[in-house]
């Protein structure tokens, strides 16, 4: 048979995947020991069913649950078992049910986690797999439940700040558009049949609503094309790594995609190092979490000049545009009194800070200036639609 598999070795700081072929999953499990590898993913080669993903808030139940029942003097099976049963969410019931079975029949934790990527990240594995080293589960259970419910607290914020003005802009854009396919047609019929003399802004407002009329299916089949290329330049790995290098300079949302992935970056690193993942493998992890392509291939070169010997906040250094000074210089203080997971925790705590406040503060601006932006368009289009009106009487009356 062969058996896909993704692994470490013993420190955590090397990742090797393929295939390898064996009798069986425990013939495969004990080939990749013996060429001095940890398994993290071992499935049988082939597809398998996609499941839905669960979501944040699930998955931070599930570990909160896991730690509990693993605090409580449960057995690992048991607690597994007794998750399949509670879990709110199909996937992790099915995950932990298969999860059990595997570590029933000779797995490790984080092997069998690492074959439900759809369930359980890859950064939860990671820390599963160093707690199983360290016998710290219950505190690294917690912690990454914390992790994760900070995250999802972070991204809640963003869009809770940024739900009325996305609606402004679509009400905005809807109305506008109704006006000009529905409402001028009618004026223009009336205006048309009592020979009014049309002011200049009449005419301009007609014929924007006359090309839309006839060019709409078009200017929507041209949006979908745009952003259907859109999409596929941003998959390509170097139109991503452009666009996402651009959308760090653009004026107001730049900086806050900026402080967002730093403090993404700097929770996950905190929360990995405090589990015990060695520093190379909790940058790896991190950089697949930084939601950012520029910044990733930033970290990939952090991660180089380490291994050539560099400390972490002199590798960092090198990039001040993205690892501002405060944040390299808080990762020198955690460096020189060991306490490097509480400073990049502190310092990812008050980027999160930053976020929410300028999140808040942008969708205080976005609301007056959506407003005075839909003023100004209503204010056009009355001024472009009755201003003939005030010449009709005087043309009846000359008929």
Same mark, same amino acid.
């Given at each position: ?6 692994? /470490? ?14 009798? /069986? ?21 082939? *597809?398998? @069913?996609?499941? *839905? ?15 509990? %029942? ?13 998750? $399949? ?14 999860? +059990? ?32 080293? /360290?016998?710290? !589960? ?68 007609? $014929?924007? $609503?006359?090309?839309?009329? &006839? ?15 859109? +999409? ?9 790594? !452009?666009?996402? +290098? ?17 403090? &993404?970056?700097?929770?996950? %690193? ?37 291994? @050539? ?22 990762? $020198?203080?955690?460096?020189? /009194? ?21 999140? *808040? &503060? ?11 932006? %839909? ?19 005087? @043309?009846?009356?000359? @008929?």
């Amino acid at each position: 048979m062969r058996f896909v598999y993704q692994a /470490s070795d013993e420190t955590g700081a090397r990742m090797a995947e393929g295939v390898i072929e064996a009798e /069986s999953l425990q013939e495969a499990r004990r080939r990749l020991r013996e060429m001095g590898l940890f398994p993290l993913r071992l499935a049988p080669a082939g *597809r398998r @069913k996609r499941r *839905r993903k669960p979501g944040a808030g699930d998955l931070v139940l599930f570990m909160e649950q896991f730690a509990t %029942l693993i605090g409580a003097g449960v057995g690992l099976v048991q607690a597994l078992h007794t998750l $399949s049963l509670q879990s709110p969410h199909p996937t992790l019931r099915y995950a932990a049910r298969q999860v +059990r079975a595997r570590i029933e029949g000779g797995a490790g934790l984080a092997e069998a986690m690492a074959e439900f990527p759809e369930a359980f990240p890859p950064m939860v594995v990671r820390m599963v797999a160093a707690a199983e080293l /360290s016998g710290a !589960l219950e505190e690294t259970l917690r912690r990454v439940a914390r992790y994760l419910d900070a995250t999802f607290e972070l991204q809640q914020k963003i869009r809770s700040a940024m739900v009325y003005p996305i609606f402004a802009i679509v009400v905005v854009v809807l109305s506008v558009a109704a006006l000009l396919v529905i409402v001028v047609p009618v004026f223009e019929r009336l205006y048309a049949g009592a020979g009014a003399e049309l002011p200049a802004l009449t005419l301009a407002l007609m $014929s924007i $609503s006359d090309a839309l009329r &006839r060019n709409g299916v078009w200017i929507l089949l041209g949006a979908a094309a745009l952003v259907w290329f859109f +999409r596929r330049v941003h998959a390509d790995p170097r139109g991503g790594y !452009l666009i996402d +290098r651009f959308v760090l300079g653009v004026p107001i949302f730049g900086p806050l995609a900026h402080k967002t992935g730093l403090a &993404r970056f700097a929770r996950t %690193l905190a929360t990995l190092y405090a589990s015990g993942v060695n520093l190379l493998a909790s940058l790896e992890a991190a950089r697949d979490l930084a939601g950012n392509r520029y910044v990733a291939a930033l970290i990939d070169e952090v991660q180089a000049r380490i291994s @050539k010997g560099e400390s972490l906040s002199q590798a960092l250094a090198h990039d001040p545009d993205v690892f501002v000074p405060m944040f390299t210089r808080m990762v $020198s203080i955690g460096e020189e /009194s060991g306490e490097l997971d509480r400073m990049l925790d502190q310092v990812g705590h008050h980027l999160e800070r930053e976020v929410d406040h300028t999140t *808040r &503060r942008l969708a205080a601006m976005i609301e007056p200036a959506m407003t005075v932006v %839909l003023g100004a368009i209503v204010m056009f289009v009355a001024l472009a639609l009755y201003l003939p009106l005030f010449e009709l009487p005087g @043309k009846v009356m000359g @008929k």
